[in-house]
């Protein structure tokens, strides 16, 4: 498996604030709703950003079944967690906010010791599989605009830093 961080840029391309590129949500659990493309309303996305604040954890799909092509938005309230999956030319890319501060643990990583509160954050994907800190961000301001603008262009923000993996 290969990996590369792509460094944050300096501006934002122009791009219609109105748009909406996902054509699903779905929270997880998904008790707390699912959204088809008729439902994902500005209130309902307003409501979403207001809530990453608070703690939440749901799949943004560019794709109208829900199968592919998405972001998962993890949040406790204090970390944050965009993962982002994107089939290129027949092939899986992987994109995570990527934490530079903690880029030292990237082999601890690897080892898999959960119980090492240096490397992990309380966060869980898909409800079970933890959320090392060189994935996750601590601004949450940043990362609720990262997901805004997934909202709208279906595209990594490109004001963060991203872990690519492929």
Known sequence: MNIEI????EAI??????????????YYPSR???????????????NILKEIYKGINLFLYLDPYGERDFMEVLSDGEWLSLACSFNQNGKLHNYYTYNGVYAD??????????????????????????????????????????????????????LIDWLHEF
């Not at 792509?6 to 840029?9: D, G, L, P």
Request: aromatic share 10%; net charge negative; proline share 6%.
């Open 6 to 9: 792509i460094s944050k840029k």
């Open 13 to 26: 391309p122009s791009f219609d604030k109105n748009m909406i590129a996902v054509k699903h949500i779905q």
């Open 32 to 46: 707390h709703g699912t959204y088809n493309e008729a439902e994902i309303t500005p209130v309902l996305i307003m």
């Open 105 to 158: 643990t990237a082999e601890e990583v690897e080892q898999f010791d959960y119980s090492d509160k240096r490397v992990w954050t309380a966060l869980e994907s898909g409800g079970q599989s933890p959320v090392p800190k060189i994935q996750a961000v601590t601004d949450m301001e940043a990362g609720v605009k990262a997901v805004e603008y997934f909202i709208r262009r279906g595209e990594l923000y490109p």
